[in-house]
C-alpha cells in the first residue's frame, strides 16, 4: 500500500457473496463467498494481472469493481473517491471513466446495431461532444485500434473474432476511460489474434497511460503483458508481486505449481511440474485456515487453523498469504 | 435473426419473400395489400356513397342473376344501398378499426412486459397475476360488459378493442426483455452507463420487435373478428356507420330472400382473416431462430 498516493485503484478487502437457495424445503439456504477479503491496488499506467483457475471468483472481482453483482468491502477507491457502490448509483463521471471489456465481444455488442453507431454511442450517452463530432471521435476510437473505414457500416455478426474484441476496446476507448477492466479479452480468440489485442492493450497504456486490469487463466499472455501479478485461489489473493519476479521465483505453492505448467523456452529447461492432488474445493464449503491447504504439498499443522493473511515478502512489493514461505523469508533489512 | 438485420434494398426483400413463400402466402400477401389499397381509395373505388339509397331498386340481386345489373354488381339492400359500396367503405372502418386496436394493444402489452422486466419484484408479480386473470376470462365477455355498462361510442370501442389480446404481448415482451437483460449488450451498455430508458427502448425493443410483429399479425385477424362479432351482435359499430360485421348482422334478416347483403361482407371477413393468419403463420416460421432448416 505504500504506492496509494499513485494508484488509481484500491480495493480493500472486498467480498462478495451470493446466496445460494437449494432445493425448496430439503436444503438450507447458504452463503457462496465467491470473492474474500480481496485487497489489490493498481497503479496509474499500470498493467495488473489477475490470474487463477476457473471458477476461483477473478470475474466476481472484476464485476464488482465496475459495480455489477453483489460487493461488501472495508473501502474501494478510485482515484481518491469512494466507489463503494452499485453501478446505478455511481456519478456518470466515474462510470464513465472504469472501463469493461467483456470476454465474449460477439454477446457484448447489439446485434442489430452497426459498428459506427455502437461506437459513438457512449458519447451520445454521456453528452460528451457535439453531434457533428460524435461520428468523428468514433472513427478516430476505431483508427487507434487498428480498425478500418470498411468495418464502420457492418454488424457485430459480420467481423472476426478479433474484430469484435477491438470494437469492444474502441467503444470502451472513446469515453477516455482512466480505467480498463478486461474481464478474459483474449481467452475467446485464437493465438494470433491474441497477440494483437495484448500489443494493441500494451501499445494504449504506453500512449494514453491507461491503467488496465486485466483478467486471465493463460499465464503465458499475462507474463507477457502485465506489470504486476496477483494470484487467486478460490476467491482469496495467495500471491501478489512484479511478473518477472512472481513467474521467475514464486513463493506461495499454488503459485509455484501455476508457473510449473507454463512451457519452458527450451525442452532442455523443463522441469517436471508439480501436480496438485485433487479438485479445487466447492467455494461453498471452503476448507478452514489456509483454503489451500488441502492440496499443498507443504503444508503443516497451522495451515489448517489459521488464515494466513497477505504479508510483504521483504524484497520489493512482494507480498504472499503462506504460512511456509513467510517463515523462510530472511527477516527484512 | 443475423440475416434479417442484412436485408437492406426492397428488390433484395421481394427475392427473399419470393423464394421462401408458398403460392398460399402470396396469394394472401396479394389479398391483404389489395384490401389495403381498397381501404385506402375507397372514396375512388366505390361507385356510389354508403348512405345513398336507391328506393327504386331495393332487394336488387347481384349482377349475375336474373334481375341484375351492372349498376349494383352486389345487389343492393332493404333501402335500396349499394352492396359493394358499402363493403368497400366497410373494409375500411373494420380494416381501421382491427389496426388502431392492434397497435394499441402491442404499445399495451409491450410497455407492461418492459415494466415488469425493469422493476421486478412486486411489479412483476402484479403483471404476471394480471396477465394469467386476463388469460383466464373470455374477452368477449369482458367487452360486451364494457359496451354495456359504459355505452357506445366510437372512442369506448376502439378502446375495448386496443385492451383485447394485451396479455399476449405483455408475456412475450416480458420474457424476452427477462432473457435480454441477461444478455451481454444489455449489461455492456449498463457499464457503458446508459440509462434503462435507452437500454429497453434502442436496443432491446429492435430485438425483440420480430416477435411482437409476428403477434400483431397473429392478433390482427382475432381483432378484426372480434369487431364484426360485437357489430353484428348491435354493440359495435353504430349506423350510420357501417362496418363488415354490422352488416352481416343487418343482412340476416335477408338471408332466406336477400343473401347476398350478409354474404358479401361474410366472405371478406373469411378472405381477410385467412390470409393475415397464413402470412403471420410464415412470419412467425420465419423469424423463429429455433426452425432454421426452411
Not at chain 1, 31 to 55: H, K, M
Not at chain 1, 151 to 164: F, N, T, V
Request: hydrophobic letters at 45%; charged letters at 20%; a positive charge.
Amino acid at each position: 500500500m505504500h504506492e496509494s498516493r499513485r494508484s488509481i485503484l484500491e480495493v480493500c478487502e472486498l467480498s462478495c457473496r451470493f446466496r445460494s437457495r437449494g432445493l425448496p424445503f430439503l436444503s438450507g439456504s447458504r452463503d457462496i463467498g465467491a470473492v474474500d477479503g480481496v485487497s489489490l491496488t493498481v497503479g496509474r499506467g499500470e498493467i495488473v494481472g489477475l490470474v487463477g483457475e476457473s471458477g476461483c471468483g477473478k470475474s466476481t472481482l472484476a464485476k464488482a469493481i465496475v459495480g455489477l453483482g453483489p460487493i461488501e468491502a472495508r473501502a474501494m477507491r478510485f482515484d481518491g473517491t469512494d466507489i463503494l457502490r452499485p453501478l446505478d448509483r455511481r456519478p456518470r463521471d466515474l462510470i464513465r471513466r472504469i472501463q469493461y471489456v467483456f470476454q465474449d465481444p460477439l454477446g457484448a455488442l447489439d446485434p442489430r446495431r452497426t459498428v459506427l453507431y455502437q461506437v459513438a454511442e457512449p458519447l451520445l450517452i454521456h453528452r460528451r461532444t457535439p453531434d457533428a463530432e460524435r461520428f468523428a471521435r468514433a472513427r478516430t476510437a476505431l483508427r487507434d485500434v487498428n480498425l478500418g473505414e470498411e468495418i464502420e457500416a457492418k454488424y457485430p455478426h459480420e467481423l472476426s473474432g478479433g474484430q469484435r474484441q477491438r470494437v469492444v476496446i474502441a467503444r470502451a476507448l472513446v469515453l477516455e476511460p482512466d480505467l480498463l477492466v478486461c474481464d478474459e479479452p483474449v481467452s475467446a480468440l485464437d493465438v494470433s489474434i491474441q497477440a494483437q489485442v495484448i500489443n494493441l492493450l500494451r501499445d494504449l497504456r504506453d500512449r494514453l497511460d491507461l491503467s488496465i486490469l486485466f483478467i486471465s487463466h493463460d499465464l503465458a499472455v499475462v507474463r507477457h503483458l502485465c506489470d504486476r501479478i496477483a494470484v487467486m485461489y478460490l476467491g482469496r489473493l495467495c500471491e501478489v508481486g512484479p511478473a518477472e519476479q512472481v513467474f521467475g521465483d514464486p513463493r506461495h505453492p499454488y503459485t509455484k505449481a501455476l508457473t510449473s505448467a507454463i512451457p519452458p523456452s527450451h525442452p532442455r529447461l523443463a522441469k517436471p511440474p508439480v501436480r496438485l492432488p485433487g479438485e479445487p474445493p466447492d467455494p461453498g464449503d471452503p476448507p478452514s485456515g489456509c483454503r489451500f491447504h488441502p492440496r499443498c504439498g507443504d503444508r503443516e499443522a497451522l495451515c489448517s487453523r489459521v488464515v494466513p493473511t497477505l504479508e510483504a515478502l521483504g524484497d520489493g512489493g512482494r507480498f504472499a498469504a503462506c504460512h511456509v514461505a513467510k517463515r523462510s523469508t530472511p527477516a527484512q533489512c | 435473426m443475423a440475416d434479417t438485420a442484412s436485408i437492406s434494398t426492397p428488390a433484395a426483400f421481394a427475392r427473399r419473400f419470393w423464394r421462401s413463400s408458398s403460392p398460399s402466402v402470396r396469394l394472401s400477401l396479394l389479398w391483404i395489400l389489395a384490401m389495403v389499397a381498397v381501404a385506402a381509395f375507397a372514396d375512388l373505388i366505390a361507385p356510389f356513397d354508403y348512405t345513398a339509397m336507391d328506393l327504386r331498386n331495393r332487394l336488387a340481386p347481384p349482377v349475375w342473376m336474373e334481375r341484375g345489373s351492372w349498376v349494383h354488381p352486389l345487389g343492393t339492400d332493404d333501402i335500396g344501398r349499394d352492396v359493394l359500396s358499402r363493403v368497400i367503405y366497410s373494409i375500411r372502418l373494420s380494416l381501421f378499426v382491427a389496426l388502431l386496436g392492434t397497435v394499441i394493444g402491442a404499445a399495451i402489452g409491450t410497455s407492461i412486459g418492459f415494466l415488469a422486466a425493469r422493476f421486478r419484484g412486486w411489479v412483476d408479480d402484479l403483471v404476471t397475476t394480471a396477465i394469467d386473470f386476463q388469460s383466464a376470462l373470455p374477452f368477449f365477455i369482458l367487452a360486451l360488459a364494457t359496451l354495456a355498462f359504459l355505452g357506445n361510442n366510437f372512442v369506448i370501442f376502439v378502446a375495448v378493442m386496443g385492451v383485447y389480446g394485451w396479455e399476449r404481448y405483455a408475456r412475450i415482451v416480458r420474457g424476452m426483455a427477462f432473457a435480454a437483460q441477461a444478455q451481454g449488450y444489455a449489461v455492456a451498455l449498463r457499464t457503458l452507463g446508459a440509462s434503462p430508458a435507452r437500454i429497453y427502448a434502442a436496443h432491446i425493443l429492435p430485438n425483440i420487435a420480430s416477435a411482437i410483429i409476428v403477434n400483431m399479425t397473429l392478433n390482427f385477424p382475432e381483432t378484426v373478428l372480434l369487431e364484426t362479432s360485437l357489430s353484428f351482435l348491435g354493440l359495435g359499430i353504430q349506423p350510420p356507420m357501417t362496418s363488415l360485421g354490422n352488416m352481416v348482422g343487418f343482412g340476416r334478416d335477408y338471408l332466406l330472400t336477400a343473401w347476398w347483403i350478409a354474404v358479401s361482407p361474410a366472405v371478406v371477413i373469411f378472405l381477410t382473416t385467412l390470409a393475415f393468419s397464413l402470412l403471420g403463420d410464415w412470419l412467425r416460421d420465419r423469424l423463429d431462430p429455433t426452425v432454421k432448416g426452411r
